[in-house]
Antibody, heavy 119, light 109 residues
Framework: QVQLQQWGAGLVKPSETLSLTCGVFGDSFSDYYWSWIRQSPGKGLEWIGEINHSGKTNYNPSLMSRVTLSVGPSRNHISLMLKSVTAADTAMYYC??????????????WGQGTLVTVS | EIVLTQSPGTLSLSPGERATLSCRASESVYSSYLAWYQQKPGQAPRLIIYGASTRATGIADRFSGSGSGTDFTLTISRLEPEDVAVYYCQQYGNSPLFTFGPGTKVDIK
């Protein structure tokens, strides 16, 4: 049973960089992609991007210029950095396991969420 | 970008009633690429249906999914109090890779 545990700063100043980490426990980190998804009242659920164990990434084009996903700080962790934040980036941020089957992707396990406020 | 529209916005029903939730895509979506999630207050979303009609592990059989092309449906055959939640549809496959609908809120009368 996989567990995803998230942590990071809950308050970020405008124009600074949001930084979150997600630890993956109890599962094979290398068998899946790992995504970041955010949820705000104004925009609903929004997929940010995904990364696999070797660092291969796919990003949402709407955020690509400001987002960096990486593996680390240790092998079963993934990190999200979103630069030049504004109030519009205020949201609950989730990490999630991305499972691919029949060439389709679904999110079958989620972290607990981290509320990030830009102010 | 494929846009998903969900209706109704809110559904208020009595326990035991049938709930029918709609998800409409702006372009045709492969059935394999359509999923449904349940989000209860204060919790992360939970996968309930994938491939348009396959229940995820541990999901009660009162939940069922159907549809193809641009029109998909989530049905809760007999509403239980614990089904109070917001339900989202999600598609995979176009840029961006993943998009979600705006959600349908299900309430108990």
């Amino acid at each position: 049973q996989v567990q995803l545990q998230q942590w990071g700063a809950g308050l970020v100043k405008p124009s600074e960089t949001l930084s979150l980490t997600c630890g993956v426990f109890g599962d094979s980190f290398s068998d899946y992609y790992w995504s970041w998804i955010r949820q705000s009242p104004g925009k609903g659920l929004e997929w940010i991007g995904e990364i696999n164990h070797s660092g291969k990434t796919n990003y949402n084009p709407s955020l690509m210029s400001r987002v960096t996903l990486s593996v680390g700080p240790s092998r079963n962790h993934i990190s999200l950095m979103l630069k030049s934040v504004t109030a519009a980036d205020t949201a609950m941020y989730y990490c999630a396991r991305t499972k691919y089957y029949n060439a389709a992707g679904i999110f079958d396990s989620w972290g607990q969420g981290t509320l990030v406020t830009v102010s | 970008e494929i846009v998903l529209t969900q209706s109704p916005g809110t559904l208020s029903l009595s326990p035991g009633e049938r709930a029918t939730l709609s998800c409409r895509a702006s372009e045709s979506v492969y059935s394999s690429y359509l999923a449904w999630y349940q989000q209860k207050p204060g919790q992360a979303p939970r996968l309930i249906i994938y491939g348009a009609s396959t229940r995820a592990t541990g999901i009660a059989d009162r939940f069922s999914g159907s549809g193809s092309g641009t029109d998909f449906t989530l049905t809760i055959s007999r509403l239980e109090p614990e089904d109070v939640a917001v339900y989202y549809c999600q598609q995979y496959g176009n840029s961006p890779l993943f998009t979600f609908g705006p959600g349908t809120k299900v309430d108990i009368k």
